[in-house]
């Protein structure tokens, strides 16, 4: 299901329920509160007591400070993870600076209004206003719906492959992140949330021997699409499918997302995770490297299961 940022304020007493509501509709939400590297989030009082009484020169300073810098990359990863923002009022200006980011992002933006606040015109700017719940859960479903079927893209090469990353709305988002992880006495593909992965039959991972017809066959050039880096693959056919750098995520390492805008990294298809690899995709450098590593999280772009079929080719 989609991944959501809730943005709003401390003071809110509306903010539980939304999430509690959204994680029951089965969405993943990312909690500014408790957020997954643990503890109850960021206060400034956490720097200094007297922080709500700083001079401009401290709140400089502030900004530089381990924690803060701690707690502004945790919510800096999870907005790129995210493809939804729900802005649950009423809330200030750190809430509204992260649902402006989303919108510039192409991200789809829902603002909640339980009580009713002084009209604002800039609103228009995102998806959509409610002051329902239900409504809110309604509309995150369709705008999921209307960017959730995957559309196999002919490049010219044995197989097709998809027009964006799994769990993705847009080419630029990288998706979800998906990963090995210990399971009783099995190692299972998850996401984040620990969810099993189980793929439409449709589609499957790319094999190694895939990636390197994509990677030698394929034009590719480094391009930005709507502020996200990454690398756009031109077929013989002439049709281009764009491979954003997402980076990596380790659940086990405060759930630090590495590499943003840097590289992407792909999982190829295998046995067992012991003899999984990798394909590293950064600023034209194609690297497969072994990744029998459990927790290390990273992006997935399928490939039709049956492409023979399906466009009429030879077996």
């Known amino acids: 299901m989609a991944r959501i940022y809730v943005a709003s304020s401390w003071k809110n007493i509306y903010y539980p329920e939304v999430v509690a509501a959204l994680r029951k509709a089965g969405h993943q939400v990312y909690d500014f509160r408790n957020p997954p590297h643990g503890g109850n989030g960021f206060h ?3 720097i200094d007591e007297y922080a709500p009484n700083w001079t401009f020169e401290e709140y400089a300073e502030g900004l530089n400070h381990p924690l803060a810098e701690k707690q502004f ?16 009022l009423p809330c200030g200006r750190s809430a509204h600076t992260e649902a402006g980011y989303m919108a510039g992002k192409n991200k789809r933006v829902i603002v909640y209004i339980p009580e009713m606040q002084e009209p604002e015109l800039m609103y228009k700017l995102f998806n959509g206003v409610t002051n329902n719940l239900e409504d809110l859960c ?3 479903n369709m705008l999921w719906r209307k960017g959730d079927e995957l559309v196999p893209v002919d490049l010219g090469l044995s197989v097709c492959w998809a027009n ?3 769990g993705s709305i847009t080419e630029d988002d990288p998706g979800e992140y998906i990963g090995w992880r210990n399971l009783g006495r099995k190692v299972k593909l998850t996401n984040l949330n620990g969810r099993l992965l189980r793929f439409d039959s449709n589609w499957r991972l790319p094999r190694k021997e895939e990636f390197l017809e994509l990677v030698n066959t394929c034009s590719r050039k480094v391009v930005t699409v709507h502020g996200h880096k990454g690398e756009m693959f031109t077929g013989t056919s002439g049709e281009s499918i ?6 990596s995520i380790n659940p086990s390492e405060d759930y630090n997302l590495c590499g943003l805008n840097q590289y992407g990294s792909y999982l190829c298809r295998t046995r067992t995770y012991h003899h999984s690899n990798l394909v590293r995709i950064g600023d034209e450098e194609i690297v497969f490297e072994p990744s029998g590593v459990l927790d290390l999280h990273m992006s997935v772009r399928l490939v039709l299961a049956d492409s023979s079929k399906k466009y009429g080719q030879e077996e």
């Open 44 to 46: 400034w009082t956490d």
């Open 73 to 88: 990359h945790a919510d800096i990863s999870a907005l790129y993870w995210a493809d939804f923002c729900v802005l649950v």
């Open 138 to 140: 309604s509309q995150i």
């Open 164 to 166: 964006r990353n799994y």
């Open 242 to 247: 764009f491979f954003p750098y997402g980076g």
